[in-house]
């Protein structure tokens, strides 16, 4: 059994709220200086030009690629054998995103009842967390903040299984088309198919951590993703929703085994500025 | 596409004269303001009370900055989605605020009251807000400070870049820029 205490914990989600909000991740990068060159409209060239201006101010000068540091997602895979004291593990979390979104003067967005109240909790919390059980005695955490322009374009949809390949097309390219300018594209997809209504809702935001120049590893996902990406850059959509043909940088499907009645579908919408960073301890 | 460098106060003149595409640069003051600060700006119009900004030829814009680090006059500044703001933005209109700046589409109702006011809707680059932030020269809070980073406040700005999507005519970029690429 291998100790971990709670205050590093905390100290690595610091970091982590920091670095995921400063610098854009290379693969999201490397698509914005890619979808400059592919991109037909003028238009849509100059405002990814203006993004990856952007990015590059950010990581200089050390300041939010974007101001909505958003809500922290954060995602743990701890090892069974790993065995954490000096403090209860939410907590160590929680304490984490205070310190970081203190210490890099982030924008504090959380407000503390979602309809009534609204008061902001002053300091970024609570986070949402996913925890993971693994084999092992390593932590992996991965944050993910995440912006509420893109996340309020998302959907969840409970398609049945004569829907078919066909049916999660096109409700991938509708609810594209339907949130047009309002996520900040070019967009990153996250979708999530199988499981049930909240599993499938789980997998679409999962999807958008994996790097977006990396396949789902099973063939035919990864045809979908593919298929999947040419149909939302055919929308017209484009760089913030004024037309063209970069909608989209990647999108990345997950799927889990689910009931012979059913197909749940999820998608997740991020925007261009797909933030997230990781570390294993 | 043409680029065209304005100043604030917006006259109703340059408002009309504006067209949905225009790449526009833009000087002077423009106020923020965002969701709080809306509802409450119209709680106050309601109970017949004065806004604490005068909203004459302003603009506004939807943003809700990340905090200053020491030496800089605001934190990253990029867009909010314009659309949550719609349920107050005709009575805003109707105090004679000139542009909006955000990003995102807006309702049928806010663009009727445009076309009735003479006033036009721009959007900034979502997510650029390191880049926008270095337009971004000084930064007062008016009113609301309690809210934070929805508090109102009068940003001077150089060379501020935006696009003009909604002229005051109607005419919306979103829906004419996207059809000479819409392939489905």
């Known amino acids: 059994m291998r100790t971990v205490e709670a205050k590093v914990i905390t100290a690595a989600i610091a970091k982590l709220c920091i670095d995921a909000n400063y610098y854009l991740s290379p693969d999201v990068y490397d698509a914005l200086v890619a979808g400059k060159e592919k991109e037909e409209s003028p238009l849509g060239r100059e405002i990814l030009g203006q993004l990856v201006d952007n990015a590059c101010i950010a990581r200089n000068q050390a300041m939010p690629i974007c101001q909505d540091t958003g809500m922290a997602v954060v995602f743990m895979e701890i090892g069974q054998d790993v065995h954490i004291t000096g403090g209860d593990l939410e907590a160590a979390v929680n304490a984490g995103v205070v310190q970081g979104y203190k210490e890099g003067y982030l924008r504090k967005s959380v407000v503390n009842d979602p309809m009534f109240v609204r008061k902001n909790t002053g300091d970024n919390t609570p986070a949402i967390l996913h925890l993971s059980i693994v084999p092992g005695d390593k932590i992996k955490i991965t944050i993910a903040p995440k912006g509420f322009g893109s996340e309020n374009m998302s959907a969840v949809k409970m398609l049945t299984p004569s829907a078919g390949v066909a049916g999660v097309k096109k409700f991938v390219t509708d609810t594209v088309t339907a949130a047009g300018s309002n996520p900040c594209p070019p967009m990153v997809v996250g979708v999530g198919i199988g499981g049930t209504f909240e599993k499938a809702a789980f997998l679409a935001k999962k999807a958008l951590l994996r790097p977006i120049n990396k396949h789902n590893a099973d063939p035919m996902y990864a045809k979908l993703e593919e298929e999947l990406l040419e149909l939302v850059n055919k929308t017209g959509v484009g760089p913030q929703g004024l037309g063209g043909t970069i909608t989209a940088l990647g999108v990345n499907v997950e799927y889990y085994p689910t009931h012979i009645a059913g197909m749940p579908v999820a998608i997740n919408i991020n925007c261009h500025a797909t933030r997230h960073a990781e570390i294993e301890i | ?184």
């Open chain 2, 1 to 184: 596409m043409s680029q065209k460098r304005i100043t604030t106060p917006l006259t109703e003149e340059t408002a009309r004269s504006l067209k949905a595409g225009d790449s526009v640069l833009i000087t002077g003051v423009i106020y923020t303001g965002r969701d709080a600060a809306h509802k409450r700006m119209v709680e106050t119009l309601d109970k017949g009370e004065a806004l604490p900004v005068d909203m004459r030829d302003q603009i506004i814009y939807y943003v809700g900055p990340a905090p200053a680090k020491p030496g800089q006059p605001i934190g990253s500044a990029g867009p909010t989605t314009s659309g949550r703001m719609d349920a107050y933005t005709p009575k805003m209109l109707a105090q004679g605020l000139r542009g909006m700046i955000g990003k995102g589409y807006r309702s049928a109702e806010v663009v009727e009251a445009m076309k009735k006011y003479g006033c036009v809707y721009l959007a900034a680059t979502g997510g650029a807000a390191a880049l926008i932030a270095k337009t971004i020269k000084k930064y007062e809070v008016m009113a609301y400070e309690d809210l934070g980073t929805e508090a109102i406040a009068k940003l001077t700005v150089e060379d501020f870049p935006a696009i003009v999507v909604i002229d005051s005519q109607g005419n919306n970029f979103y829906e004419e820029g996207q059809k000479p690429y819409r392939r489905l």
